[in-house]
T-cell receptor, first 116, second 107 residues
Framework: GAVVSQHPSRVICKSGTSVKIECRSL??????MFWYRQFPKQSLMLMAT?????????EQGVEKDKFLINHASLTLSTLTVTSAHPEDSSFYIC????????????FGPGTRLTVT | DAKTTQPNSMESNEEEPVHLPCNHS???????IHWYRQLPSQGPEYVIH???SNVNNRMASLAIAEDRKSSTLILHRATLRDAAVYYC????????FGSGTQLTVLP
């Protein structure tokens, strides 16, 4: 199957700083990627849809000025958490659709963000 | 997106079959049924998807009810590595995750 990577796998930052998380499709191109957030013992929550060459689409309640998404190429999407606060600490996961009908989603391994 | 209902948890013995049920009574006629699983501290892993007919792949089988209001993921011989949270989703390309079923496999 297809492979999606994320970098870094875990990051600790101080409150008020910004953190960038990269999501790469390693062996296929993805015009669309999805970003999720997952708190402990909870399910994944879709944050936004990243579109190559155009603006991201954010889910209701997700601040687009706080979670900046850039889909710079067909294999790379980045999520920047700006002015991070402890409540932003979470597991961030990206995914990209794959397959002839793009119905299979391949997920990255996730990035554990801890804001101190 | 279709709302799905799954049991919170299930147990199985190792090397025995496991049937994981899912209700998706509001699914539209064109939405595929997807199954993913997630191990702790990892991203979800694609398992299988289908529309109307039953589907088989190397990981599992998917049995879809004739009215498409429910489906069952079948793991033919559970192993300890199959212990995970299993998510059933009914949607197009954008995936909305419910709470899933925590599968415990007993040795």
């Amino acid at each position: 199957g297809a492979v999606v990577s994320q970098h870094p796998s875990r990051v600790i930052c101080k409150s008020g700083t910004s953190v960038k998380i990269e999501c790469r499709s390693l062996d296929f191109q993805a015009t669309t990627m999805f970003w999720y957030r997952q708190f402990p013992k909870q399910s994944l929550m879709l944050m936004a849809t990243s579109n190559e060459g155009s603006k991201a689409t954010y889910e209701q309640g997700v601040e687009k000025d706080k979670f900046l998404i850039n889909h710079a190429s067909l294999t790379l999407s980045t999520l920047t958490v700006t002015s991070a606060h402890p409540e932003d600490s979470s597991f961030y996961i990206c995914s990209a659709p794959w397959g002839t009908e793009l119905y299979e989603q391949y997920f990255g391994p996730g990035t554990r963000l801890t804001v101190t | 997106d279709a709302k799905t209902t799954q049991p919170n948890s299930m147990e199985s013995n190792e090397e025995e079959p496991v049937h994981l049920p899912c209700n998706h009574s509001t699914i539209s006629g064109t939405d595929y049924i997807h199954w993913y699983r997630q191990l702790p501290s990892q991203g979800p892993e694609y398992v299988i998807h289908g529309l109307t007919s039953n589907v088989n792949n190397r990981m599992a089988s998917l049995a879809i009810a004739e009215d498409r209001k429910s489906s069952t993921l079948i793991l033919h011989r559970a192993t300890l590595r199959d212990a995970a949270v299993y998510y059933c989703l009914g949607s197009a390309r954008q995936l909305t995750f419910g709470s899933g079923t925590q599968l415990t496999v007993l040795p």
